[in-house]
C-alpha cells in the first residue's frame, strides 16, 4: 500500500496535467476569444487554400488598415495565424509560435500576445495587432 506522501505526489502530479491539458495553444491572444459574427467571414474571392494551416472555426476580424481586412486564427500546427486581405489576388497569410509578422507596400502588421508592450513607431489595431507605416 502507498504511503501518504505518494498519494500526496500522485495528486500534484495529476492537478499540473489536468491543468496544462485545459490550456489553449491560442491563449494569450483575447482577440480570438471574441463572439464569432459575420464580420469575421472571410471574403468568398478568397482561394480556398489561402486558409490550409488556419482553423477556420477561430478566424475573427480584428482591424482594417489602408483597405486591408486584418484576421486572426488559431493555426493548425502553430498557435496563431495571421491573414490580410485587400483583394482576391492581394493577400497574405502566415501562422508562427507568437511573433508572425507581414509586411504590405503601405504597412507592416505585428502579432503579439496579450500584455506586450507597444513598440515606438507601432500602433496598436485590436488586443493583439500592432501596425507600423511603411
Known amino acids: 500500500?502507498?504511503?501518504?506522501?505518494?498519494?500526496?505526489?500522485?495528486?500534484a502530479v495529476s492537478a499540473t496535467v489536468f491543468t496544462l491539458m485545459g490550456c489553449s495553444?491560442?491563449?494569450?491572444?483575447?482577440?480570438?476569444?471574441s463572439t464569432p459574427s459575420?464580420?469575421?467571414?472571410?471574403?468568398?474571392s478568397l482561394p480556398d487554400y489561402a486558409?490550409?494551416?488556419?482553423?477556420t472555426d477561430s478566424l475573427r476580424f480584428v482591424s482594417a488598415v489602408d483597405e486591408t481586412q486584418l484576421y486572426l486564427a488559431r493555426g493548425r500546427?502553430?498557435?496563431?495565424?495571421?491573414?490580410?486581405?485587400?483583394?482576391?489576388t492581394d493577400w497574405?497569410?502566415?501562422?508562427?509560435?507568437?511573433?508572425?509578422t507581414i509586411?504590405?507596400?503601405?504597412?507592416?502588421?505585428?502579432?503579439?500576445?496579450?500584455?506586450?508592450?507597444?513598440?515606438?513607431g507601432w500602433s496598436k489595431a485590436g488586443e493583439n495587432l500592432r501596425i507600423k507605416d511603411q
Open 1 to 11: 500500500m502507498a504511503d501518504k506522501w505518494t498519494f500526496v505526489r500522485l495528486l
Open 77 to 88: 500546427d502553430f498557435p496563431v495565424c495571421l491573414l490580410a486581405y485587400r483583394t482576391a
Open 25 to 33: 495553444p491560442a491563449e494569450g491572444f483575447s482577440d480570438l476569444r
Open 51 to 55: 486558409l490550409d494551416d488556419f482553423d
Open 103 to 120: 509586411a504590405s507596400p503601405g504597412f507592416e502588421v505585428m502579432v503579439v500576445q496579450d500584455g506586450m508592450p507597444n513598440r515606438e
Open 92 to 100: 497574405q497569410g502566415a501562422c508562427g509560435p507568437s511573433m508572425t
Open 38 to 44: 459575420a464580420e469575421d467571414a472571410v471574403p468568398s
